[in-house]
């Protein structure tokens, strides 16, 4: 651990200004992203007396080796940039409320020809439009009714293309759960109404289709047809049993996210109601390890930040009003930010009395309920993963404590395909983001001990090229001047994304799935590249024994040893992305086409010449002026075209059609 006075700048180098100022661990990797008023008392107050800091940002100003500053205009800026670079370098430090769990919402994607209602979790996409979130029964039965009134596609893009191909609609089409635009029953057109008024009514436009159907009913009544005023009776009833699924708890005009939080000293949870139309539409809940001593205000502004922040949470789905339990420090930049994001007026404020403070007060209870489960829950988690790591460092006597470690696994069927994995564990977790694949080819490819070593050599070539970049670009006169000016540009463009790099920063343990004879090639790679702080060892299969570089004997770890169970878990999680790997490139490779070696013809501009031409036989009589009458064919590629024909292409003119290799199948004639 690093010393902070060996980095600590001095406080005449500070400036007064407010700014954003990043901490950096050895690596040159950012753990810790703030803002501040005055850069000199912020950052003043970590080395002053380090000893009286919180036990996380104790760990913090230990496990960095340098600070660095940007100055800003205004306190709004501060806060933009904060945000950015929050969202950018994702700091280990930095407060991250994370979901309790994973929500599904109702999503209509409104971005396709034919727009398609589906449940979706996870990460926003383009085009979509969110409504939720909801318990997963809710949902199914809230979409499952809807359908009835507004039969909008749900079905999947495969079952879509077997209904155009046959001319057939699906079950939901023949159920009337679905217009069955697939078969032309109504056009794109109507298709797409009816989605947008899905979209509406599931908005908080309730009312004015209910009201409409009614009018349609009594229409119906008048001109004597009973059974259509049957069927548009049961469509009033389905939409009464969903708009009235929720309880009416404000005024009916009244939208609002209702936020409260429970916190101790080291732990807050948020819960937070959606309320829409004056009914509570949906549910959150959020959980965050405190890592300063944050106050209240602070942790409210970060959770503002957060959850309206992250693309697709903004447009269309904030609130008028959102209702907090204590004023959130820069009260006045914050609603100025989250306006800009919403394109109007955001009133951000504390209820005092009345309905509100009343909602604000159960959502406070379902926040101290949820507090108190993550801990329950999380107790022997936490405990199991520290003490795993503990076992693991002791059992292999490394002086370093396992912050991040790496797994690497090849996968291949006799010697082709060959790939590999890596995947990440930090902090005894596993971090998705940083998992990576690498093909294997050529001499590499052999055997499995050959293709851990390119594995490990490309990894790490990359972590070195990486950092020696790095290492120049510091060195280059005017480096702080550029990285103010990068941050500038960043306060005014908040959506453009930094490039990332390939390999963050290197692990503590690197784990191979194999003995001796994997560890030893992986041992070799590191030095070659003269990698010394990198510790390697490899778990075998057939007795689960741990086996270290230039060791004649393993380590055995006792059955029951949480440390044994770590290791295991990676090693079984770098096999499974590998075979998921190896099977994708398998299944690629599968499909062979006398088109596929012409430098240049991708897969949109071969279809196009197959629909211009109609098999490869006549591609392959073509002359290059009749090639051009294809989409997106140039001159140029089409001489490439005759001459990979002329020269080999197909042995003695016989044409070689595209064939599946698993079933015999030709895909091309």
Known sequence: MADPASYRPQTGEIPTNPGVYRFRDPHGRVI?????????????????????????????????????????????????????????????????????????????????????????????RKGTRYFGP???????????????????????????????????????????????????????????????????????????????????????????????AARVRDDIIALRKVFERNAVVLAEDTDADVFALHEDELEAAVQVFHVRGGRVRGQRGWVVEKVEDSTTPDLVEHLLQQVYGEEGDSQGRMPREVLVPVEPSNAAELTQWLSGLRGAKVDVRVPRRGDKAALMSTVRENAEHALQLHKSRRAGDLTNRSLALQELQEALDLPVALLRIECFDISHVQGTNVVASMVVVEDGLPKKSDYRKFSITGAAAVDDTAAMHDVLTRRFRNYLQEKSAQAEAAQLPGHQAALEAIAAASVLDTTTPAPRAKFAYPPNLVVVDGGKPQVNAASRALAELGIEDVYVVGLAKRLEEVWLPDSDFPVILPRTSEGLYLLQRIRDEAHRFAITFHRQKRGKAMTVSALDGVPGLGEAKRKALLAQFGSVKSIRTASAAELTTAKGIGPSLADAIV??????????????PAINMTTGEIIET
């Open 134 to 228: 909801y318990t997963a029964g809710a949902i199914r039965e809230t979409m499952d009714t809807l359908l009835r009134v507004f039969p909008v596609r749900s079905c999947s893009p495969g079952v879509l293309k077997r209904a155009q191909a046959s001319g057939r609609p699906c079950l939901l089409g023949y159920i009337d759960k679905c217009s069955a635009p697939c078969v032309g029953r109504v056009t794109p057109e109507e298709h797409r109404a009816l989605a947008e008024d899905f979209c509406s009514f599931m908005g908080g436009e309730a009312k004015r289709f209910i009201a409409r159907l009614e009018k349609d009913m009594a229409a119906a009544v008048a001109e004597l047809d009973y059974e259509r």
């Open 32 to 124: 810790y992203v703030g803002k501040a008023k005055s850069l000199r008392s912020r950052l003043n107050s970590y080395f002053a007396n380090p000893g009286g800091l919180l036990p996380k940002t104790y760990a913090m100003v230990h496990a960095a080796s340098s600070v660095e500053w940007t100055v800003v205009g205004s306190e709004l800026e501060s806060l933009q940039l904060e945000y950015t670079w929050i969202k950018e370098f994702k700091p280990r430090f930095n407060v991250v409320f994370r979901d309790d769990k994973t929500y599904p919402y109702l999503a209509v994607t409104m971005g396709e020809k034919f727009p398609r209602v589906q449940v979706l979790r996870g990460e926003r």
């Open 643 to 656: 001459s990979h024909f002329g020269n080999g292409g197909a042995a003695n003119g016989a044409e070689v």
